[in-house]
């Protein structure tokens, strides 16, 4: 044994610990092995990110189910590495030259400079959220980190962008997209949130041509009235059948535009009447393909109007300019009302901006392997925790729609597509591209540029970040690794992006590899705080996890967090629940330190259990059930919740507190007996402990010299002990019979203190118990009994008389009597217990009151009046309990 310090320091032992790891390659995969493959490949996070709770809740569900997987002799393979995140990088660095004297924008400086930039900077602040995983305990095999834009990924993700372009499932096309524009780029319509908002209802009159009358329509928006082509109605309106085929004047920028009837015009919104904008609205654009009508685009790529017929807005911010309209439309005459109107307006998940539905030129991926991604999670191939998410996911490919996959993007994969310079203007311009064009020998596509390179123009479009993600769990890995360890066998992630990721993941699988990628997706919960509100950094309401590391350590953090995250719903985050983790790892600790103090154990007398040391390993042994089982079924908080009740109640709190007169100057053979248990008990505990608390369980399994059981080897690189070793040979009737008897034993202690409470002698160690028993107790029994209770001595007495008014207990093991002669001063002990029992009865006699109110109980809320009939039972049960003692003084 290696003795310890006083005090548990976390943060020099966690330091200790990870470099220990890392330097005799713990957590490194090997290939080649003939042990059971474990794999998981880690969601990559943002190369601008830092760690944050949803991070450490992740991360530490990962690190649990491969260090489990350790300990069961598998061969682990936990793959980290971070994302390129498109936007969010370009954004971070963009944000660097708009501060510079002068400020500067990326178009200043020039793409091939500007990508450059980005690299230097992913080189100096990339690593960030690396070494904050490292920190939390993350044992990833760091070895074979990866990065989506590295020199061996980029190549994959040109390969299966040129493999689905030759096969027709990627084309470029003009289509109607949600244009964001603060980034300039277009988004997938999995990241616009539908927000509902408190908007306006403009109702805007529209002269008819003839002049014989005017139609009223009702818009949100009125700053693209000039871009308006056409007024629809619905055909089957009477109010408006006369009308169609007549047309009208467009309120501003005038012009006349036909009235046309379309069934898309809801009858019943507004007015009935609906402008059509096919450049700045899906259904509008939808409705303008179908008569064929002419598209007026007038929105810059940054929401300005660009409308030099309408000088009064021409060059107005898009919001600027509908209040600016509406001061038009009311000069004119022309606004006929304006009322509160509740919509849902998409927001851009990037820059939390309304998107602007845009007509734009963008490359576009009809998804492969649809059918197979679908019938792999519907056939439990691929299974979903919690099972609820399984319908999400069925729902959305059941009306998938193409992938929009290019973005308006410098930092990223550029799309490889290289356009003939005698052709270039012509063909980036042209209403649709694919397969067709190459054929033609117009447009290049492969993973290295053209042999010609100073003929061609490369596409300036970069592909979604997702685009290279969905490629993770295969493309991070070479020939070896996918051999042994694809599939993975678990994904953790979050729920949100279940479609940017998951879904596509799963068919990318299916198309490039015939394969599934994972066996399990275990979704993670959102991390709240304790008002229900999602974590942000403007809330002020999300901790820094390197500085709760640094207060109570990674283990702690860890333990804390999944002690409060059971499956299935959000994490109310507590700081004090991560409080209670280092508690905890304290007690582990001092629980340890106290083992060490004793000595080495020693088989000379052979040792001697009683039912307490039965019990205990009896309940070990249980212990081992419980957390495979919570484990196997991904109930973490379960598995904290059972590591920290056994440790906690069990160990700590009933068997040591049994057993503390075996280390004093007891029976030697119950003394290696004792130490035998708590050797086994501890080298079994924190084995099961290591997932979740691996520094120090590590610690602590060196210091106590059970590493000398391996070879000297760390904890983490040894067999799980087998729970079949304990309590072998032993039938199972005497081990029940035991376990019977602990149970008896401690709830017969625990009547026994509570006696001494009800009389005021909870601290006094001079009392004494008889017991006078139903069935055979043994003086060891007896004996440990005194010691539980805090008692001078307990006695058997299968004869004795109690005189009166003893206080008395029934208990398992029989009547319990504690004789007080000699322990109170009896006089004094009436005057207090009536004096109580005085109050008591004042309090029944108020709420016997209460109740008998007619008015209260009629008109208090049900929680109230059941509260003061709960508080009576109580107080009368307390009276009898008084009346009891008071007559055992008499």
């Not at 490949?41 to 350790?70: S, Y």
């Not at 017929?309 to 600016?324: I, M």
């Not at 991904?634 to 059972?642: D, G, L, P, V």
């Amino acid at each position: 044994m290696i003795e310890l310090p006083k005090a548990y320091e976390p943060g020099f032992v966690e330091e200790k610990w990870q470099t220990r790891w890392l330097s005799e390659g713990c957590f490194h995969a090997d290939p080649n092995t003939d042990k059971p493959a474990f794999s998981i490949v880690i969601p990559p996070p943002n190369v601008t990110g830092v760690l944050h709770m949803g991070h450490v809740l992740n991360n530490t569900i990962q690190d649990i189910l491969v260090r489990r997987a350790r300990l069961e002799g598998k061969e682990v393979l936990w793959l980290p590495g971070t994302d390129h995140a498109g936007i969010a990088t370009q954004a971070r660095v963009e944000k660097e030259l708009a501060k510079e004297t002068p400020p500067r924008t990326r178009y200043d400086v020039g793409r091939e400079a500007f990508v450059d930039m980005v690299w230097q900077w992913k080189d100096k602040h990339g690593g960030i959220i690396i070494n904050q995983l490292k920190r939390l305990g993350c044992s990833c095999d760091w070895e074979r980190e990866r990065f989506t834009m590295d020199n061996v990924y980029a190549p994959e993700v040109a390969r299966v962008f040129t493999e689905l372009f030759k096969e027709g499932l990627i084309y470029r096309g003009r289509r109607m997209v949600n244009w964001d524009p603060v980034l300039r780029t277009a988004l997938s319509d999995e990241e616009v949130i539908m927000t509902p908002t408190h908007s306006k209802l403009y109702t805007v009159r529209y002269k008819l041509s003839d002049g014989s009358g005017q139609l009223l329509v009702s818009t949100t928006r009125p700053e693209t009235i000039m871009a308006d082509v056409a007024v629809a109605v619905n055909p089957n309106d009477p109010r408006f059948a006369h009308l169609v085929g007549k047309t009208v004047v467009r309120p501003l920028c005038e012009a006349d535009i036909p009235i046309i009837a379309d069934e898309h015009v809801e009858i019943g919104f507004g007015t009935g009447a609906l402008k059509i904008t096919p450049a700045h609205d899906r259904v509008d654009f939808e409705v303008g393909t179908k008569h064929h009508l002419e598209i007026i685009d007038i929105l810059t790529p940054d929401a300005r109007i660009n409308c030099p017929g309408c000088p009064e807005l021409h060059g107005l911010d898009r919001f600027v300019a509908r209040d600016k309209s509406i001061e038009l439309l009311e000069a004119k005459g022309l606004l006929e009302k304006v009322e509160d109107y509740d919509n849902n307006v998409g927001m851009s998940e990037r820059s939390h901006v309304p998107i602007e539905p845009r007509l734009s030129m963008q490359w576009f991926l009809k998804y492969p392997c649809v059918k197979e991604a679908a019938d792999a999670v519907a056939n439990g191939d691929i299974v979903f925790r919690p099972a609820h998410w399984a319908k999400t996911y069925a729902h959305w490919l059941e009306g998938i729609q193409d992938w929009c996959i290019s973005r308006q993007l410098w930092w990223g994969h550029r799309i490889p597509v290289w356009y003939r310079k005698d052709k270039a203007e012509e063909l980036q311009n042209a209403l649709k591209l694919d397969e067709a064009d190459a054929e033609a020998g117009d447009i290049y596509v492969g993973v290295n540029p053209p042999s010609d390179p100073e003929n061609w123009v490369q596409d300036e479009d970069a592909l979604d970040t997702w685009f290279s993600s969905w490629l993770w769990p295969f493309s991070t890995m070479d020939d070896a690794c996918r051999k042994t360890f694809y599939p993975t066998s678990d994904l953790v992630t979050g729920p949100d992006i279940i479609f940017f990721w998951v879904a596509r993941m799963i068919m990318a699988g299916y198309r490039f590899t015939g394969q599934k990628p994972f066996n399990n997706v275990f979704f993670t919960s959102i991390v709240r705080d304790l008002k229900g509100r999602k974590m942000s950094k403007s809330l002020g309401n999300s901790p820094d996890p390197l500085d709760l590391i640094a207060k109570y350590g990674a283990d702690g953090l860890r333990f804390g967090l999944m002690r409060i995250a059971p499956t299935g719903t959000d994490v109310k985050f507590d700081e004090k629940q991560i409080e209670e983790g280092k508690n905890f790892a304290n007690k582990i600790y001092n629980a340890a330190r106290f083992r060490m103090m004793q000595g080495e154990a020693t088989t000379d007398p052979a040792p001697k259990f009683s039912a307490v040391h039965i019990d205990i390993l009896a309940k070990l042994k249980e212990l081992h059930t419980t957390v495979a089982d919570a484990l196997g079924k991904y109930e973490f908080n379960s598995y904290t919740q059972a590591l920290y009740s056994f440790f906690w109640n069990e160990y700590c709190s009933l068997f040591l507190e049994a057993v503390k007169n075996d280390l004093r100057d007891g029976d030697p053979a119950f003394r290696n007996a004792t130490l035998y248990t708590m050797d086994t008990v501890l080298r079994h505990y924190l084995a099961l402990l290591a997932p979740i608390m691996p520094h120090i369980a590590e610690e602590l399994w060196q210091s106590l010299g059970f590493a000398s059981r391996n070879a000297g080897k760390p904890l983490m690189s040894s067999p799980l002990p087998s729970a079949d070793s304990l309590l072998a040979g032993m039938d199972d009737t005497e081990i029940s019979k035991a376990k019977a008897l602990a149970t008896a034993l401690y709830e017969t202690a625990n009547r026994a203190r509570n006696l001494k409470a009800e009389y005021n002698l909870a601290t006094n160690k001079n009392v004494r118990f008889v017991l006078k028993p139903t069935l055979p107790v043994n003086a060891d029994l007896v004996a440990r009994l005194a010691l539980l209770a805090g008692a001078k001595e307990a006695t058997v007495a299968p004869d004795y008389e109690a005189s009166k008014g003893t206080p008395t207990a029934l208990t398992p093991f029989g009547e319990l009597f504690l004789p007080l002669e000699g322990l109170v001063d009896v006089e004094a002990e009436r005057t207090r217990i009536s004096k109580e029992l005085d109050k008591i009865t004042k309090e029944i006699i108020k709420s016997n009151a209460k109740l008998s109110n007619a008015s209260f109980v009629d008109r208090a809320p049900a929680a109230v009046v059941d509260q003061e009939r709960a508080r009576l039972a109580e107080w009368e049960t307390k009276k009898a309990q008084l009346e009891t003692m008071l007559q055992a003084l008499a």
